[in-house]
């Protein structure tokens, strides 16, 4: 027990940074998801083809590929330097953008089309369409899958270890390096990222039922 409360404020500096990323990451990730729908469902080839293209890529290759291509990769070209921890949040990011445009464009195309017609009949512009009838009514039944994808990219950010960012997964690594009590502080760890996604999934299963009052 003594080897868990001493290695605890090491595991807990390591957890805020994980929570850093994984907030900004899933707000920048579900923006990027929002963009690449809208640009799937556009009538544009151009534009419907390079979101293809883009949602294609990054669910078609792994994660650790796309933080070595950010982080190694770019930072090779002599315009551009990211951090380690600016390289994991646009690897979140991007990964779980892909995946939320898939989610969001399945959402928007589950919406009756005759609520489209019927709002431009009424004067509404194909925007506002989309802001105020199409995208509440289809947020409600992607939310289920948007948490769930919140939750993978969460655990996700366990592997940006690997680039050296100092996150909870790294934390734990020099906690048992310092205490060989590998055992001891990896289920710290593990329980630790047990407790924080059952929070993601109960903050998931609260938003469905107050928008399902609304």
């Known amino acids: 027990m003594e080897t868990i409360m001493n290695a605890l404020p090491y595991l807990m500096k390591g957890l805020q940074v994980?929570?850093?990323?994984?907030?900004?990451?899933?707000?920048?990730?579900?923006?990027?998801?929002?963009?690449?729908?809208?640009?799937?469902?556009?009538?544009?080839k151009v534009l419907n083809w390079t979101a293809k293209i883009f949602i294609?890529?990054?669910?078609?290759?792994?994660?650790?590929?796309?933080?070595?291509?950010?982080?190694?990769?770019?930072?090779?070209?002599?315009?551009?330097?990211?951090?380690?921890?600016?390289?994991?949040?646009?690897?979140?990011?991007?990964?779980?953008?892909?995946?939320?445009?898939?989610?969001?464009?399945?959402?928007?195309?589950?919406?009756?089309?005759?609520?489209?017609?019927?709002?431009r009949s009424v004067g509404l512009t194909n925007m506002q369409t989309m802001r105020y009838i199409i995208l509440p009514q289809a947020f409600r039944r992607m939310l289920p899958a948007i948490t769930n994808q919140s939750i993978i990219s969460l655990k996700d950010t366990s592997l940006l270890s690997i680039i050296g960012i100092a996150d909870l997964m790294q934390q734990g690594g020099v906690q048992v390096a310092a205490t060989f009590e590998a055992f001891k502080i990896w289920l710290t760890v593990g329980v630790i990222y047990f407790i924080i996604i059952y929070f993601v999934s109960l903050l998931g299963s609260f938003l469905e039922r107050r928008v399902e009052l609304r």
């Open 18 to 44: 994980t929570l850093y990323i994984f907030v900004i990451a899933i707000i920048l990730g579900f923006m990027i998801g929002l963009m690449m729908a809208l640009m799937r469902l556009a009538s544009l």
């Open 56 to 119: 294609d890529a990054v669910r078609g290759t792994p994660f650790l590929v796309q933080l070595f291509f950010i982080y190694f990769g770019l930072n090779s070209l002599e315009w551009i330097s990211f951090d380690r921890t600016t390289a994991g949040i646009l690897t979140i990011a991007i990964n779980a953008g892909a995946y939320f445009a898939e989610i969001i464009r399945a959402g928007i195309q589950s919406i009756d089309k005759g609520q489209a017609e019927a709002a």
